[in-house]
């Protein structure tokens, strides 16, 4: 009987001996849900649930037919700016040739001052549009790099190295923007979350170390305490507490099963 009230004790958190025992749950603090910038249709997925996946690695590819109808414009754009250009440029070559040779009679007094003048004014005034064609071409380049650097997004690539976990959508699905296709879980950053009520709380503070233990691996190891969630669950009066640890080369997942057990040391350091 009394090992039974023992054991009844150390589930719910009841400090025993010096030690308050926890149970957890390992978690990873770095999970992502993949999604894409642009609306399409997911062709080339290259990945299932469980594989593993490095960082820039590619996920699977986004078939964006707005993004191509909008490179075609673009580059329609670009040479019709060109040949602007171009054509103003043999304006100005034009009347450029014409203004040197009227130089040339004005000295002989073979044509008037005011011919000359009307010359170096249309000079001028094409040298200005030959300056904003050569604008227009370059904003007309500059939208198409900015549609082609679009083209990036369109490839979706792991942001770090971890598992998929969880594929929402295949091959031929309709990717929407803010809609995950896929959830990929780092499983370098691992914690255990903890609940823990509100008369234990002041065992925990942020640095303490503790001990952590996860049975279906027999893996034992030291933790610290990283986070004290601010709130508590209304129901139940506990606030959630995570734990740093270092699995090492031990086999430990997130959704595991753990222990804690945290010193009594108030106060201490």
């Known amino acids: 009987m009394k090992k039974i009230l023992l054991a009844a004790l150390l589930a719910s ?5 010096g030690v308050l025992q926890l149970s957890g749950t390992v978690i990873s603090d ?11 249709f997911i062709k080339n997925m290259r990945v299932s649930e469980g594989d593993q996946v490095k960082k820039g690695q590619i996920l699977y590819e986004i078939d ?13 754009a670009i040479s ?17 040739l014409n203004l040197a040779r009227n130089k040339r009679l004005f000295e002989k007094d073979m044509v008037s001052k005011f011919e000359l003048e009307q010359l170096e004014l249309a000079a001028k005034n094409m040298r200005d549009m030959v300056e904003i064609a050569k604008k227009q071409v370059e904003q007309a380049e500059a939208q198409k790099e900015a549609v ?22 295949n091959e031929g699905d309709m990717q929407i923007p803010g809609m995950p296709a896929l959830i990929i879980t780092d499983l370098k950053h691992l914690k255990v979350l903890v609940e823990i009520s509100e008369s234990n709380l002041k ?17 034992k ?17 506990k606030f959630k507490v995570k734990i740093n640890f270092e699995k090492k080369e031990a086999f430990v997942f997130p959704g595991m099963y753990a222990k804690v057990y945290i ?3 108030v106060g201490k350091k």
């Open 64 to 76: 964006s037919k707005e993004i191509e109808a909008a490179v075609k414009q673009v580059d329609l």
């Open 13 to 17: 958190g009841t400090l025993i001996a």
């Open 263 to 265: 010193p009594e040391e």
């Open 148 to 169: 082609l650097n679009q083209y990036k997004y369109l490839t979706i690539k792991a942001p770090n190295d971890g598992v998929v976990v969880a594929k929402k959508l």
């Open 203 to 219: 065992f925990v503070r942020i640095g303490k170390k503790v001990k952590i233990e996860i049975p279906s691996v027999k893996f």
């Open 30 to 40: 770095n999970q992502k849900m993949i999604t894409s910038r642009f609306m399409g």
């Open 221 to 237: 190891t030291e933790g610290t305490i990283s986070a004290i969630i601010p709130a508590s669950n209304p129901m139940t009066h």
């Open 80 to 96: 019709q700016a060109r040949l602007a250009l171009q054509m103003n440029q043999n304006q100005l070559n034009n009347v450029l």
